[in-house]
């Protein structure tokens, strides 16, 4: 189910548009004639304003939702863009094929993954999103379109639309190379570490025998237990298993606060650490409860009360990463704020294919920050200082307050791909983030 075009998943900020447009597959050019900015809009599950256009148009995308071709013996899917994952994944898993890389909500659309080029738990085997993107057909606001591949026609418009924050058009549709899969289970183990070496060790272990690596991250944790966590590592296997009838939860309503707060988490964090399936060493899963923990609790952003949360996710180059982290964690736990889900994971060597792509070699850490005001944008401004200072950055996706002058770091092509932005279409990130940079900011 969507959010309410004027929020982002992360219910902060929350802004008023001026129109809000739905799109189908008739849908030729948007009409500027009272001069607002365009952004599409897939379903809402960015955290921050990379979707949200204050007192612009947002373009509806779930119109766009047809299959078009599907080719069983190579497992290459053409559909539109406002398609979900979800959507993929049901008609295709029956026939031994699944998305090739999937973040950590089926509920995204094929345009918002390529616009944001999602990564997920194998990025160290298969890279992002785009990656697997074979071609995918361009709108832009004066009618025109374009067909739109890594190394063939109108390249340079790939590399710029793959991770561009929608804003170099509205994608129509899309063809994906699926991958081929045994069934819908998975087998693996799972592994407590005590601290961020242990993490790394295993990291370094698993990369050559496991397509997906992740990890569990106490953020409560402090002294000799800093940077404790629980490793699953898996990979697709041919099991016969009755499918686990889904039972979706849904949280009815907004609570007055946030239900996330000290004593909650540091509760929740130990129970988890210490329950007995956080070691197994022969582990199987439905690839749903293992891809989508959250898929099950609908509306779960809503936990975090009527302010909203933050969340935070930064990449670290390896170098540094292990230094990097310690001290990420530690003013963290120092705070008393954190997430129940606090994700690290490895991402691989493999280049991303987008200019304005998030992905690259290192160490990503993801944690939800309930929103307290200047409390919480000060520790998050510490860890920004500590990702700045690896040389690391900070995801455009998740992000709702990164300044001007920490984006222009993270993303040094930004004023190449700035060619390639549609002269009609903007975001209130993407406003925020391109203002100039006083000499004081740099």
């Given at each position: 189910?969507p959010t309410?075009?004027g929020?982002?998943w992360?219910?902060?900020p929350?802004h008023?548009?001026?129109?809000c447009?739905?799109?189908?597959?008739?849908f030729?050019?948007p009409?500027f004639a009272?001069?607002?900015p365009?952004?599409?809009?897939?379903n809402?599950?960015?955290y921050g304003d990379?979707c949200?256009n204050?007192?612009g148009?947002?373009l509806?995308?779930?119109?766009?939702?047809?299959?078009?071709?599907?080719?069983l013996?190579?497992?290459?899917l053409?559909?539109?863009a406002?398609v979900q994952?979800?959507?993929i994944?049901?008609?295709?898993?029956?026939?031994g094929w699944?998305v090739?890389?999937?973040p950590?909500?089926?509920?995204?659309?094929v345009?918002?993954?390529?616009?944001?080029?999602?990564?997920g738990k194998?990025?160290h085997?298969?890279?992002s999103f785009g990656h697997?993107v074979?071609g995918?057909?361009?709108?832009?606001?004066?009618?025109?379109?374009?067909?739109?591949?890594?190394d063939?026609?109108?390249?340079?418009?790939f590399?710029?639309?793959?991770?561009g924050?929608?804003?170099t058009?509205l994608?129509?549709?899309?063809?994906?190379?699926?991958?081929r899969?045994?069934g819908?289970?998975?087998t693996?183990?799972s592994?407590r570490?005590?601290?961020?070496?242990?993490?790394f060790a295993l990291s370094?272990?698993s990369?050559?025998?496991?397509?997906?690596?992740?990890s569990?991250?106490?953020?409560?944790?402090?002294g000799?237990?800093l940077g404790?966590?629980?490793?699953?590592?898996?990979?697709h296997?041919p099991?016969e298993?009755?499918?686990p009838?889904?039972?979706a939860?849904r949280?009815p309503?907004t609570?007055?606060?946030s239900?996330?707060?000290r004593?909650?988490?540091?509760a929740f964090?130990?129970?988890?650490y210490?329950r007995?399936?956080?070691r197994c060493?022969a582990?199987?899963w439905?690839?749903?409860?293992?891809?989508?923990?959250?898929?099950?609790v609908l509306?779960?952003?809503r936990?975090?009360?009527p302010r909203?949360?933050?969340?935070y996710?930064?990449?670290?180059p390896?170098?540094p990463a292990?230094?990097?982290?310690?001290?990420?964690?530690?003013?963290?736990a120092?705070?008393?704020s954190?997430s129940?889900?606090?994700v690290l994971?490895?991402f691989?060597?493999?280049?991303?294919?987008?200019l304005?792509?998030?992905?690259r070699p290192?160490?990503?850490?993801?944690l939800?920050?309930?929103?307290q005001?200047?409390?919480t944008l000060r520790?998050?401004?510490?860890?920004?200082?500590?990702t700045r200072?690896?040389g690391g950055a900070?995801?455009?996706?998740?992000?709702?307050r990164m300044?001007a002058a920490?984006?222009?770091q993270?993303?040094p092509?930004w004023r190449?791909?700035?060619?390639?932005?549609d002269?009609?279409?903007s975001?209130?990130f993407?406003r925020?983030?391109?203002e100039?940079?006083?000499c004081k900011?740099?």
């Amino acid at each position: 189910m969507p959010t309410v075009p004027g929020s982002s998943w992360g219910r902060w900020p929350r802004h008023a548009h001026a129109q809000c447009v739905p799109v189908s597959d008739r849908f030729r050019a948007p009409d500027f004639a009272d001069g607002a900015p365009c952004l599409p809009w897939g379903n809402g599950r960015s955290y921050g304003d990379s979707c949200q256009n204050a007192d612009g148009r947002l373009l509806l995308t779930q119109g766009l939702d047809r299959f078009i071709a599907f080719d069983l013996d190579t497992g290459v899917l053409e559909c539109e863009a406002g398609v979900q994952l979800a959507d993929i994944i049901d008609l295709v898993l029956p026939k031994g094929w699944f998305v090739p890389v999937t973040p950590g909500t089926r509920f995204v659309t094929v345009g918002g993954a390529i616009a944001n080029d999602v990564h997920g738990k194998n990025h160290h085997r298969a890279g992002s999103f785009g990656h697997h993107v074979t071609g995918f057909e361009l709108l832009r606001s004066d009618g025109s379109t374009r067909w739109c591949t890594a190394d063939g026609q109108h390249a340079a418009w790939f590399a710029a639309t793959i991770g561009g924050l929608g804003l170099t058009g509205l994608i129509r549709r899309a063809r994906l190379q699926l991958r081929r899969v045994p069934g819908a289970w998975l087998t693996g183990q799972s592994h407590r570490f005590g601290n961020l070496a242990e993490f790394f060790a295993l990291s370094r272990e698993s990369d050559r025998d496991y397509e997906y690596t992740v990890s569990w991250l106490d953020c409560t944790a402090r002294g000799d237990a800093l940077g404790r966590g629980v490793f699953m590592r898996g990979n697709h296997a041919p099991i016969e298993g009755r499918v686990p009838r889904e039972r979706a939860l849904r949280v009815p309503v907004t609570p007055p606060v946030s239900l996330i707060n000290r004593l909650s988490l540091q509760a929740f964090n130990r129970l988890y650490y210490a329950r007995p399936s956080a070691r197994c060493d022969a582990a199987t899963w439905h690839y749903r409860p293992f891809f989508y923990p959250l898929d099950s609790v609908l509306e779960w952003n809503r936990i975090y009360g009527p302010r909203g949360f933050f969340q935070y996710q930064c990449v670290v180059p390896p170098e540094p990463a292990q230094d990097a982290l310690t001290g990420m964690i530690d003013a963290i736990a120092r705070s008393g704020s954190g997430s129940f889900l606090a994700v690290l994971k490895m991402f691989g060597e493999r280049p991303s294919a987008g200019l304005l792509s998030f992905p690259r070699p290192g160490a990503t850490l993801a944690l939800d920050f309930p929103n307290q005001g200047e409390d919480t944008l000060r520790l998050l401004e510490r860890l920004d200082e500590i990702t700045r200072a690896a040389g690391g950055a900070v995801y455009p996706a998740k992000d709702a307050r990164m300044s001007a002058a920490s984006f222009q770091q993270y993303f040094p092509r930004w004023r190449e791909f700035g060619a390639f932005v549609d002269p009609r279409f903007s975001s209130s990130f993407w406003r925020r983030v391109t203002e100039p940079v006083s000499c004081k900011e740099s």
